[in-house]
């Protein structure tokens, strides 16, 4: 069974960067045909992709975040890590990480999910 889990600031002011990062257990992030993914869940709204990073490394994100976004990974603690820049008090959200084998999901497992609130 893999699992994952999330780690970060739960409180970020504006025009800062978020940096989350998802921890994996019980399988590894370069394992081929797999994805990582971020995915968020604002207050009163549905989930939206964020972006995932392969088993081989190759990042995609979603063309309404990409400039914002940055998802690396360290394969010598099998995580992988979020970086949004500029945040608003729009991306205020619940932060997920998540995996499957299929980028675009479903998704076989779930973090728990991280609060993040950008205010000042």
């Known amino acids: 069974q893999v699992q994952l889990q999330e780690s970060g600031p739960g409180l970020v002011a504006p025009s800062q960067t978020l940096s989350l990062t998802c921890t994996v257990s019980?399988?590894?992030?370069?394992?081929?045909?797999?994805?990582w993914s971020w995915i968020r869940q604002p207050p009163g709204k549905g989930q939206e992709w964020i972006g995932s990073i392969s088993g081989r490394g190759s990042t995609y994100y979603s063309p309404s975040l990409k400039s914002r976004t940055s998802i690396s990974r360290d394969t010598s603690k099998n995580q992988f890590t979020l970086q949004l820049s500029s945040l608003t008090p729009e991306d205020t959200a619940v932060y997920y990480c998540?995996?499957?084998?299929?980028?675009?999901?479903?998704?076989?497992?779930w973090g728990q999910g991280t609060q993040v609130t950008v205010s000042s």
């Open positions: 019980g399988g590894s992030i370069t394992t081929n045909y797999i994805y």
């Open positions: 998540a995996r499957s084998r299929v980028r675009t999901g479903p998704y076989d497992d």
